[in-house]
Every structure is written in structure tokens, then in C-alpha cells.
T-cell receptor, first 113, second 109 residues
Framework: NAGVTQNPRHLVRRRGQEARLRCSPM?????VYWYRQLPEEGLKFMVY????????ESGMPKERFSAEFPKEGPSILRIQQVVRGDSAAYFC???????????FGDGTRLSIL | GQNIDQPTEMTATEGAIVQINCTYQ??????LFWYQQHAGEAPTFLSY??LDGLEEKGRFSSFLSRSKGYSYLLLKELQMKDSASYLC??????????WGAGTKLIIKP
């Protein structure tokens, strides 16, 4: 299956810990997007990356959140010092170019105790 | 606030037809997407419209009117497996997707 792969599917953290969410895009896709979704709500854009570059991080909180997409390896969304309000589903999508259809991974469900 | 709107929830009967509407306001537009999302799963791509008119794909069709800022997704011959949320999103001038909150479609036997 050459689809978008996210891991872990479920992640539980205590307040103050760090959460690392990983996303491997579809083969041939160099554009990665991260979204956050709360229950019964739509997707909220967080950040858009290409290999080694953050293109648009306008949807990402300035503090505690960071993202990267290194030359080798998956894209990482990192949340430091997690709080209860960070509990959500985090989806990654990828596309071959910015104009083309985004394909989504199965998401990581983050729960903060 | 968001400038894209779709109904929160709709109910339809198995075998029937349902139309899910989406309205939006934007100065820059690069197309309108519909995705299906089953509970706890990833959104999956259904359709893309950038020109006015109707695009048909099997039991699903999508319509766009750019002048009216309006799209709809039409589902025919409804099946129980069509119970899901349907997400409307437009692509703005920066090629960023702006998402509606989704329409939860409930199919009854």
C-alpha cells in the first residue's frame, strides 16, 4: 500500500509531555500538509511543508508546536508540553504538487490525560 | 470565522437521492473539493470542480456555480455504507484548502 502513512494511530500523553506524530507521504509526493480535527468539526489547516522547507505555517500555534519534513524520512509534527486542549485527531495529507488533490493518512488520535 | 457553509446533518432513506449543498465566499478560487469521511477514518477524495457545471462519477455527482459561490454533491441510489460525513473545501488563491465543518449524512433503511 503506497498511501499516506501516519503513526502512531493512537497516542496517549500526560500533560507536560511531548508528542511526536509521524507522516510518510505517498510515493512521489513532495508536498505535505498537517490538519487538526476536533470531534464533530471540520479540518483545520496547520502547516504546509515541502522537503526541508516550511512553506506556510499560518495555522499552527506559535508556541509548543513545530513541524519538519527532512530530506530523508517522514514529516514530524511535534507538540511540546502538551495540554488537555491538544487532544484531537491530527491528519496528514500529501500531494505531488500544490495544485493537485491531497490524499490523507488515517490520522493520529492524540489523547492527553 | 469560516466563509464556507454546509448543513450540519442530513437524513435520507436507503435507495433514495440526497443533495448536500455547500456555499462559500472567496476572492481567490482554484477549485472546489468534496471528500467523504467515515467516523474515525481518513477523508477520502470524491470530486473536484473548477469549471461551472456537473461532474458525474458513478452514483456521485458534483455541481459548481462559481458566480453563485455554490456547489452540491448529489448521491443517488443511497446505500447504508454511504452514512458518513461529507466535507466541502475550496482551494484559495494560495492553493490552501479551506474546509467546511462537514455534513453528517445518516441513511435509514
Amino acid at each position: 500500500n503506497a498511501g499516506v502513512t501516519q503513526n502512531p494511530r493512537h497516542l496517549v500523553r500526560r500533560r507536560g509531555q511531548e508528542a511526536r506524530l509521524r507522516c510518510s507521504p505517498m510515493k512521489g509526493h513532495s508536498h505535505v500538509y498537517w490538519y487538526r480535527q476536533l470531534p464533530e468539526e471540520g479540518l483545520k489547516f496547520m502547516v504546509y511543508l515541502q522537503k526541508e522547507n516550511i512553506i506556510d505555517e499560518s495555522g499552527m500555534p506559535k508556541e509548543r508546536f513545530s513541524a519538519e519534513f527532512p530530506k530523508e524520512g517522514p514529516s514530524i509534527l511535534r507538540i511540546q508540553q502538551v495540554v488537555r486542549g491538544d487532544s484531537a485527531a491530527y491528519f496528514c495529507a500529501s500531494s505531488p504538487s500544490i495544485e493537485e488533490t491531497q490524499h490523507f493518512g488515517d490520522g493520529t488520535r492524540l489523547s492527553i490525560l | 470565522g469560516q466563509n464556507i457553509d454546509q448543513p450540519t446533518e442530513m437524513t435520507a432513506t436507503e435507495g433514495a437521492i440526497v443533495q448536500i449543498n455547500c456555499t462559500y465566499q472567496t476572492s481567490g478560487f482554484n477549485g472546489l473539493f468534496w471528500y467523504q469521511q467515515h467516523a474515525g477514518e481518513a477523508p477520502t477524495f470524491l470530486s473536484y470542480n473548477v469549471l461551472d457545471g456537473l461532474e458525474e462519477k458513478g452514483r456521485f455527482s458534483s455541481f459548481l456555480s462559481r458566480s453563485k459561490g455554490y456547489s452540491y454533491l448529489l448521491l443517488k441510489e443511497l446505500q447504508m455504507k454511504d452514512s458518513a460525513s461529507y466535507l466541502c473545501a475550496y482551494m484559495d488563491s494560495n492553493y490552501q484548502l479551506i474546509w467546511g465543518a462537514g455534513t453528517k449524512l445518516i441513511i435509514k433503511p
